[in-house]
């Protein structure tokens, strides 16, 4: 039986080895390409295809399903299992909201225990035959003691597409009562970007557009958008730390961990204190589900 750590984030879906964004479009008929599209209970479905909206519950609608079945058939082809075969799955909630929701999500993975599909032609038969679920941000340290011992306290701040969360993190242990989920996410500098450039040059860029520049990668594009895309980058990341220490988080004062996919874009602009440490494998989380997801099942044999 093998473990799939899956990381449901707004802005991507993510596995050990996979990526991809957690877009769905529902099709009641074949499209054209085999591109990211799953077939289930006769509807089409493409993954991969826009982006998910921020919502309080990620069980109120069958996407984040269909995304988890999109993650099992890529990990199963990367990794070369079986394509008929049980699986567990090892994912996360934030810690602001894990002993809220863990229950509902739980079941609501469960709620398909053996399923029928295809994936960009090729089909599956999997039996989830069980979920486990960890705090995001801090599993994906917890099994790292270089990481997680190296000071008395820290602060983890995991900068997703639509939400910042943040934790103190004392002897070892995550402070429940300092967590807090910023509604800043990259997004949020994505969009006014792409506003200030309309606004000042009368273009309309796209979001993968301003991604690429942030992330400091080649763009054919205008020097002067790339100007306002460096600056609206510096300014959401002097941004994101003035709200952090309103939050009661000093940056200045206590060592920081960076992750998810947006430390990565705020990686160049970052101020130049020597507290402050990007992880910047943005499938941290879903290799830290399943390593402690393993350490459980182990520990219940």
Known sequence: MNITGIDHGFGYTKTAHCSFPSGVVESEYQPYTNKGVLKFENKYYICGSGRQGLTKNKAEDDNYLILTLAAIAKEIEYRGWERKQSII??????????????????????????????????????????????????????????????????????????????????????????????????????????????????????????????????????????NIILEQGEAYTNLLFKTLSESGFDTRAVPTLIMGGGALVVKQFLPRYKTITVIDDIHANAKGYEIVAKQVLDDER
């Open 89 to 226: 799955i090892a994912a996360g909630l934030p810690l602001t909201s894990f002993g809220r929701e863990k229950e509902t999500f739980e079941r609501y993975l469960l709620s398909l225990p053996t399923v029928k599909f295809e994936f960009e032609g090729k089909k599956y038969r999997i039996h989830i035959a069980d979920v486990k679920l960890f705090p995001q941000g801090y599993t994906a340290i917890a099994y790292q003691n270089k990481l997680l011992n190296c000071e008395p306290s820290q602060i983890l701040v995991d900068i997703g597409s639509w939400t910042v969360d943040c934790m103190m993190i004392n002897n070892a242990i995550p402070d429940a009562e300092s967590c807090r989920s910023l509604e800043l996410g990259i997004i949020r500098c994505v969009e006014k970007t792409q506003e200030e450039v309309r606004r000042s040059l009368g273009l309309s860029i796209t979001a993968p557009q301003v991604e690429q520049v942030l992330l400091d990668r080649e763009c054919s594009i205008d020097k002067h958008v790339k």
